[in-house]
């Protein structure tokens, strides 16, 4: 079982490969945790049971990122600081099994997985500008490492893979090792 920070810095660590970086993806794990300040990465928490009564999808508007929304449903999760001093470094969306999830942006498949617990089946996008998507808990990834993805392409189908008693998407969208509320660029 890959522990997260090694699951981080092998994200990372595609992504240099994939941008044409010189490090190799198995380069030493102290010197990317380093490079990238892993000691300072939070990860996410699982959804909260008294979720706000608020739905996203599509139409939402948001800043001038040329993001879409991944998917339509009922906020489960927003992003930040939880109950009990946890965090949540992304949000969670109630959606139908099975449901279509879409790539917010053209770019690069750089992860696909199920080696980091409680997120199940994880797929990571890398874009342009140094951003980075996260899709998790699907039933079903529809691409592989190393393709390529247009925006608004199906690339899973949601489901409750990981450590979820519910269908839903855990998104998280990342500027370089750093988390950032995906509400704020999701246009």
Not at 90 to 108: C, D, E, K, Q, T
Not at 156 to 182: K, T
């Amino acid at each position: 079982m890959t522990s997260p920070r090694t699951f981080i810095a092998i994200c990372l660590l595609s992504l240099s490969a994939c941008g044409g970086g010189e490090k190799p993806w198995f380069a030493d794990f102290e010197e990317v945790q380093e490079s990238y300040g892993l000691s300072d990465v939070p990860f996410p928490m699982q959804p909260l049971r008294n979720a706000p009564n608020t739905s996203v999808g599509f139409e939402e508007s948001g800043s001038d990122a040329d993001f879409i929304w991944p998917a339509r449903g009922k906020l489960l999760a927003d992003f930040g600081a939880q109950e009990g001093g946890l965090h949540n470094d992304g949000i969670n969306i109630a959606l139908p099994y099975g449901s279509p999830v879409h790539a917010i942006a053209s770019g690069r498949v750089v992860y696909v997985g199920n080696e980091l617990k409680g997120y199940g089946n994880l797929l990571l996008i890398a874009h342009a500008d140094d951003w980075v998507s996260a899709y998790a808990h699907n039933a079903e990834i529809l691409v592989r490492r190393g393709d390529m993805v247009l925006q608004g392409d199906v690339v899973a189908r949601s489901g409750s893979s990981g450590n979820v008693a519910e269908p839903q998407l855990h998104f998280e969208l990342r500027r370089g090792s750093r988390a950032v509320n995906p509400m704020q660029y999701m246009g």
